[in-house]
């Protein structure tokens, strides 16, 4: 079974550590043939990641509307055009600085799809949410709210309170929560997993039937934390 492992730079990387990790990832010929591995560089290093057959490159968000005059956003047929695959949409970092709602993510989602690529659409609760006991409504509605009408799509479950805090749910809670998000999904989906991931735990959390993959923050800025994971397939 294929599993998916996508680097999410965010805004962290320079033109030289791209151009370093590129090199190195693209000479390396013994990756595990069940690892589909997509980077997802700032804007400006997009180019500088494609062509490479042993990986696929994504971009970190896209702009709600296809072209017109929207200073500052960049559209999904241009992502299109570039090479991109994949758009990551509605991660949590988004909907808390800059507002983005449910249905502007679902709106980004429908426009990433209809240039023919995959979004990959961030979900989940935070703290006081979990803390609450009621993460399973919470993370229903933001599904039912910003899941596009039809297409082929990757979901990101990321708790906000394991982005970038070296905390996790347990396994037990991963695999839980998968079931109950693959329950209310009409089509078979993968749904991967984003928040605190390294190469301590990535073995542990892809080994779990219902986890297709991982979306990778800190641990993917440099090889040497990010191989040990893509290894861990
Ligand atoms: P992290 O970030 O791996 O640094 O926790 C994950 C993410 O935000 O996608």
Known sequence: MTKYIIANWKMRMTKAGAKTFVQGLAALRDLPKEASTILCPPFPLIESCLGHPSFDVGAQTSGAFLQGPYTGEVSASLLKEMGCKYVIVGHS?????????????????????????????????????????????????????????????????????????GETPSLETIEKTHYFLTSLLKTQTPIIYGGSVTGDNAKDILGLPSVSGVLVGGASLSLETFLPIIRSV
């Open 93 to 165: 970092e988004r909907r808390v600085h800059y507002g983005e709602t449910n249905g502007v993510v679902k709106q980004k989602a429908q426009k990433v799809l209809q240039e023919g690529m995959t979004p990959i659409l961030c979900i989940g609760e935070p703290l006081e949410i979990y803390k609450s006991g009621q993460a399973n409504t919470y993370l229903q509605q933001q599904l039912q709210e910003s899941l596009p009408e039809e297409g082929p799509l990757l979901i990101a479950y990321e708790p906000v309170w394991a982005i970038g805090t």
